[in-house]
């Protein structure tokens, strides 16, 4: 279980590894260079001092304190050629039809 650090779930690096190994892709590419040395991590859109990227689309904790969680990003990144792609999380596209700060072009 993800454990709090500073009021925020931090994630151990064996969930980080499970959640990139349920959302690995075989024989992936680069779109970009067509190298196969990519990379991937999961990590928060938002917090600390940086904008909340997905907002509205996390979710609040009422397990004792009232805490926010911030939806999650898989970023990919090519070792070869540098091409970063960010890609929300399930959880959090599913949230768009309904979410107030988002609309749909």
């Known amino acids: 279980m993800p454990s709090l650090v500073d009021g925020r779930r931090a994630f151990t690096a064996s969930r980080r590894t499970e959640l990139c190994a349920r959302m690995k892709t075989e024989n992936a590419k680069c779109p970009e260079c067509g190298a196969e040395s990519l990379h991937e991590t999961i990590t928060s859109c938002g917090g600390g001092y940086g904008p909340d990227l997905l907002s509205g689309l996390g979710r609040w904790g009422l397990g004792g304190l009232i805490q926010m969680e911030f939806a999650k990003f898989r970023v990919v990144v090519c070792e ?26």
Do not use: H, M, S, V
């Open 80 to 105: 070869a050629c540098g091409l970063t792609r960010f890609y929300a999380e399930e959880a959090a596209r599913a949230k768009l039809p309904k979410a107030k700060l988002w609309r749909r072009i």
